[in-house]
């Protein structure tokens, strides 16, 4: 007799309840496949982590069975699938919270679960039936007004009251935290040294828009109007930067850095110098979050010689495009994202431009990428078969870092046969090409390495055509005019463009807390892959990025809008549950690897 897919999870579900609840660990982890995966986000481990195999599954839930007390395993909608394999979403719930879970089965034992904590039981959003009633009905002297009561709170945050999280960065990622944690009611400040949030977009070369589409790029809590573009500008998008600021009502400090940070243990607080405007605050939150990008500090090759070059050079992060290159001889030092932006931002203002590549490159065209990579997921096609942005997340998220190079291998392999001729053309204009250590693709290149990928649009053409020359090689040293490659080769230039990527990003932790604690924190980003640039041992998880690191009440927050967007939520609940004095108990909490 066959059973639909419902059935088949129901069953499962239910096994696994009952063996849960009577503590038959072993038998719980039995219903996983041999090499099954259970990857949690905070609900049963206060951690991101992933599980492999049965005794790495029973070590976890011997270790946190009792206090997470799992129960109610439903199903949330009617699984789909097979009687080989079904997908369900599920729902659960904690001692402490609400869950939500992604199962798959594969004949009848699940081979990846997904368990997320959506909220804190008692300490919800405070946001549809938990909404704030905003006035009181009646009428008596003195009332103030919302505005009277919001700039009340603006001008007592930091002063008179402590926030109790400092957000350091106030990019794309420092206002999703800053919006998740006003939801939940934790007073919270972001601080950055520009004059107005949005601004690190705007300050970017001018022709720059977002390499990943729109579905891609929410925001938390507000998507996108559906009329905006595909691929928005950067001026586009720090404009919604700024104005999400404002509606979701987040302490902003602008025009702010943050000089140094020290850890209190008696006070169980960090004390924060800052200078505002000119003046010198110092602030003294409890917790700290770092949410300063996916990378540290512009980095700069010490070439033998840069000093004598006569011509302009700066770092691509310097680059604000634009401007009259006109029979300007200019050098990009690299070959990724940044590199070809700005090549082809200089041949359009002028410039005879030569790209200089010092290794193979990932390349994926854009329409490939959203016709095959994103479709699935976030597309507007996507939409409309019911893939809400909260279940793309989850399914994006649901397949573990172990298995998803296979899961990336096919995507690419259609790219590259979809676009052969691109690629041959490509090769034949001399353009060293890669597909990843493994040919899993962009996706695997930048979860371990952040680097070595662009994403076409349209800069490649022109190293096809010629527009853009073509050099390989690495820099023996650059003279008054020219640099000089490791073959002799010399090329003249009157700009150089150091496409040259950025350093660590604990490198930011040594500067402003300390080198210990920056060594203590170890490598941020990565997993311990052992490709290139991502040194083992396996961590399973990005190394320090939205959860505990080895510094007490120091957070690590990053990524692209889609990671920011998602992890955001568990970094605020996290958050959340230390505020409110819960049991936060770490299970697995990660070593330190990799210093600076």
């Given at each position: 007799m066959s059973h639909s897919p419902s059935e088949i999870a129901e069953s499962w579900l239910h096994t696994f309840d009952e063996r849960l609840r009577s503590r038959d660990i072993n038998g719980a982890a039995k219903l996983f496949q041999d090499h099954g995966f259970w990857r949690d986000f905070v609900s049963f481990t206060w951690n991101i982590k992933t599980f492999e195999g049965?005794?790495?599954?029973?070590?976890?839930?011997?270790?946190?069975?009792?206090?997470?007390?799992?129960?109610?395993?439903?199903?949330?909608?009617?699984?789909?699938?097979?009687?080989?394999?079904?997908?369900?979403?599920?729902?659960?719930?904690?001692?402490?919270?609400?869950?939500?879970?992604h199962l798959r089965l594969r004949d009848g034992k699940a081979w990846t679960l997904l368990t997320t904590m959506e909220e804190i039981r008692g300490h919800e959003e405070h946001a549809g039936s938990h909404?704030?009633?905003?006035?009181?009905?009646?009428?008596?002297?003195?009332?103030?007004?919302w505005l009277e009561q919001k700039v009340d709170r603006e001008e007592r945050l930091g002063r008179d009251e402590q926030p109790y999280t400092l957000i350091v960065g106030g990019g794309q990622n420092g206002i999703n935290l800053a919006a998740r944690l006003g939801r939940l009611g934790v007073p919270a400040i972001v601080i950055d040294k520009k004059a107005r949030p949005g601004d690190n977009w705007r300050s970017r070369y001018k022709s720059l828009h977002l390499h990943d589409p729109v579905w891609f790029n929410h925001m938390p809590y507000m998507s996108y109007p559906d009329s905006w573009p595909v691929f928005p500008s950067k001026d586009k998008v720090g404009d919604w930067l700024e104005a999400y600021t404002t509606i979701m009502e987040i302490n902003y400090w602008a025009n702010t850095e943050c000089v140094k940070a020290r850890y209190d243990a008696e006070s169980d607080s960090w004390s924060v110098d800052v200078v505002r405007d000119g003046e010198h605050i110092t602030l003294r939150p409890r917790q700290l979050v770092i949410a300063l990008g996916v990378s540290g500090y512009p980095h700069i090759p010490a070439f033998d010689g840069a000093e004598d070059f006569a011509g302009a050079q700066h770092h691509s992060s310097q680059h604000s495009g634009g401007g009259d290159w006109s029979g300007k001889r200019a050098v990009v030092i690299g070959s990724n994202n940044s590199a070809h932006d700005i090549a082809a931002d200089l041949w359009e203002h002028g410039a005879d431009v030569t790209m200089l590549q010092r290794s193979s490159t990932m390349i994926a065209r854009s329409?490939?990428?959203?016709?095959?990579?994103?479709?699935?997921?976030?597309?507007?096609?996507?939409?409309?078969?019911?893939?809400?942005?909260?279940?793309?997340?989850?399914?994006?998220?649901?397949?573990?870092?172990?298995?998803?190079p296979d899961v990336q291998k096919p995507i690419y392999?259609?790219?590259?046969?979809?676009?052969?001729?691109?690629?041959?053309?490509?090769?034949?204009?001399?353009?060293?090409l890669d597909f990843g250590d493994d040919d899993s693709g962009l996706h695997m290149k930048y979860l371990r390495r952040g680097s070595g990928y662009y994403i076409d649009v349209g800069a490649s053409q022109l190293i096809i055509d010629g527009h853009v020359k073509l050099r390989q090689g690495q820099v023996s040293k650059i003279t008054e005019s020219a640099i000089i490659l490791?073959?002799?080769?010399?090329?003249?230039?009157?700009?150089?463009?150091?496409?040259?990527?950025?350093?660590?990003?604990?490198?930011?932790?040594?500067?402003?807390?300390?080198?210990?604690?920056?060594?203590?924190?170890?490598?941020?980003?990565?997993?311990?892959?052992?490709?290139?640039?991502?040194p083992g041992p396996w961590e399973g998880e990005l190394r320090n990025m939205w959860k505990p690191t080895n510094v007490e009440n120091l957070w690590i927050h990053g990524g692209n809008f889609s990671q920011g967007r998602q992890f955001s939520k568990y970094l605020a609940l996290q958050i959340k549950a230390r505020m409110e004095g819960l049991d936060t108990k770490v299970y697995g909490l990660q070593p330190s690897h990799h210093t600076r």
């Open positions: 049965s005794a790495e599954i029973e070590a976890m839930l011997d270790s946190t069975l009792d206090r997470v007390q799992p129960s109610g395993w439903t199903l949330l909608e009617a699984a789909e699938g097979d009687e080989h394999e079904v997908d369900a979403w599920v729902g659960f719930d904690t001692a402490q919270a609400r869950g939500k879970a909404r704030d009633l905003g006035v009181r009905h009646e009428v008596v002297k003195g009332r103030r007004s329409g490939s990428l959203v016709e095959y990579a994103f479709a699935p997921l976030y597309t507007e096609d996507a939409v409309k078969n019911g893939i809400s942005l909260e279940k793309a997340d989850m399914l994006a998220s649901s397949i573990p870092l172990r298995v998803a392999k259609k790219i590259a046969d979809h676009d052969a001729e691109f690629y041959a053309q490509l090769r034949e204009a001399g353009f060293a490791d073959d002799g080769t010399e090329v003249e230039a009157d700009v150089i463009v150091y496409a040259t990527g950025y350093g660590s990003m604990n490198a930011w932790l040594a500067d402003l807390i300390s080198p210990e604690v920056a060594d203590q924190v170890g490598k941020c980003w990565g997993y311990g892959s052992d490709t290139t640039k991502d």
